[in-house]
């Protein structure tokens, strides 16, 4: 009687270990699935260049040459402007543009403002410190603000999508302060569209009769350089106010 008892609680440890190691199996394996998974949506493909890494401010720097400002930090894979950082006594921040210059392009990206904030994306800008003090001088803008919050939401033309002070939102799909909105900002050939959280947004034509009264009516007017250059940087602002962008992706057309 013993002997069957032993026999039978030595069958029953051996299953136990059976199960056990077959589990553990299977959970490296659904592990190293999700890692997988993860790496191949985070690496872009089929023609899509990364502009950030997600871990350093590489293939970035200040509009006008020199480093990234100390103000601009990576924060849970983001790009995260700091407005709270200064060195000797000032705020260390500033617009940042991309190293490359582009032409004919598909750029997506991700953001999301703190509250009554504002910032925005610039594309062709031109960097000539010397004759254009600021990016604005010569790049155009999708706006990204808290529209509830900063008193820019109250003017036409100033809302998040916009192409700044040219054209207003078709419609409005901007998410609440706090929440990621995902942007794609197209140009071929003049052709220009604004995509904001999958609605097409704005879409326009460049450097026609058209454009040129558009510009002429707006604040820009004063500025010869605005909107003319075909070729140039992506610009993230710097407006005084807290932003993060992430996933920040391009394909030239």
Not at 146 to 164: M, V
Not at 176 to 181: D, L, T
């Amino acid at each position: 009687m013993r002997k069957l008892i032993v026999i039978a609680c030595a069958a029953l440890i051996l299953s136990c270990n059976s199960e056990s190691s077959s589990s553990k199996s299977t959970d490296s394996t659904e592990m190293k699935t999700d890692t997988v998974q993860t790496s191949q949506t985070m690496q872009p493909n089929d023609g899509w260049i990364s502009l950030f890494d997600g871990k350093t401010t590489s293939g970035w720097h200040k509009y006008g040459g020199g480093p990234v400002g100390s103000g601009w930090k990576v924060q849970d894979a983001a790009l995260f402007l700091d407005t709270t950082v200064k060195v000797n006594g000032k705020r260390d921040g500033g617009d940042i543009v991309t190293e490359e210059e582009f032409e004919n392009f598909d750029l997506k990206l991700e953001w999301k403002i703190a509250k009554n904030g504002n910032s925005g994306i610039m594309f062709c800008v031109h960097e000539d410190s010397t004759k254009y003090k600021s990016p604005y001088e010569t790049g155009p803008e999708m706006q990204v603000l808290d529209n509830d919050g900063h008193p820019d939401g109250k003017i036409k033309k100033h809302r998040a999508g916009d192409l700044y002070d040219l054209i207003s939102c078709s419609k409005e799909t901007v998410k609440p302060v706090g929440e990621w909105n995902q942007v794609e900002i197209k140009l071929l050939n003049g052709k220009l569209d604004f995509y904001l959280n999958g609605e097409n947004v704005v879409s326009t034509t460049m450097w026609d009769d058209n454009w040129n009264r558009l510009v002429a009516e707006s604040k820009f007017k004063t500025m010869p350089g605005f909107g003319t250059f075909k070729k140039g940087h992506i610009d993230l602002q710097d407006h005084d106010c807290m932003v993060w962008y992430r996933n920040i992706m391009i394909k030239k057309l």
